[in-house]
T-cell receptor, first 119, second 107 residues
């Protein structure tokens, strides 16, 4: 059974940093691209970032480019999102998602972790 | 960026009724269009991949169709548990994008 579990959310002031983690099991982690998708309170879904299975390629939404860094540790089956220079508009539930083989479409999602940026 | 436009934004439906949700892409994306269901306080769940392929464990009353720029999600014989917001998503090109969502309410 595929399992995806995020952690690391919390309350941070504007300009601060957070590091999200996503522990996975039940699939061959190093064979799958992984993504972060966020959802602001009461709003729709917004893609944030994707990393390939080897970690060799990373992709970002324009809204987070230069501030967020996606990474993975294939020895620990864990995905990360380092979020720096946080803004109030980054407040959202952040979902970690496994992607379909050969495509970046998310198939299995975690329950999400809430990051709140507020003074 | 490929923009996905869903309609309607909201639909109130009686049980056993048929529901049709459409998603239009701003440019052709072949069949790299996927559908998700998100119930309140839950994470999204993949229903349909590549426009018409049912994802594992999804009830047969959910189906998808379309290609190019116009896509449809159909729920045959709606059940009370289908109350949710439905999103389309394209993985044809980066940035990945989602439609704005369609909220389905049970009358």
């Amino acid at each position: 059974e595929v399992q995806v579990l995020e952690s690391g959310g919390g309350l941070v002031q504007p300009g601060g940093s957070l590091r999200l983690s996503c522990a996975t099991s039940g699939f061959t982690f190093n064979s799958c691209a992984m993504s972060w998708v966020r959802q602001a309170p009461g709003k729709g879904l917004e893609w944030v970032s994707t990393i390939t299975g080897t970690g060799g390629d990373t992709y970002y939404a324009d809204s987070v480019q230069g501030r967020f860094t996606i990474s993975r540790d294939n020895s620990k089956n864990t995905l990360y999102l380092q979020m720096n220079s946080l803004r109030t508009e980054d407040t959202a539930i952040y979902y970690c998602a496994k992607t379909l083989g050969g495509n970046y479409c998310p198939d299995y999602w975690g329950q999400g972790t809430l990051a709140t940026v507020s003074s | 960026e490929i923009v996905l436009t869903q309609s309607p934004d909201f639909q109130s439906v009686t049980p056993k009724e048929k529901v049709t949700i459409t998603c239009r892409a701003s440019q052709s994306i072949g069949t790299t269009l996927h559908w998700y269901q998100q119930k309140p306080d839950q994470s999204p769940k993949l229903l349909i991949k590549y426009a018409s392929q049912s994802f594992s464990g999804v009830p047969s009353r959910f189906s998808g169709s379309g290609s190019g720029t116009d896509f449809t999600l159909t729920i045959n014989s709606l059940e009370a548990e289908d109350a949710a917001t439905y999103y389309c998503h394209q993985s044809s090109s980066l940035p990945l994008t989602f439609g704005g969502g369609t909220k389905v309410e049970i009358k």
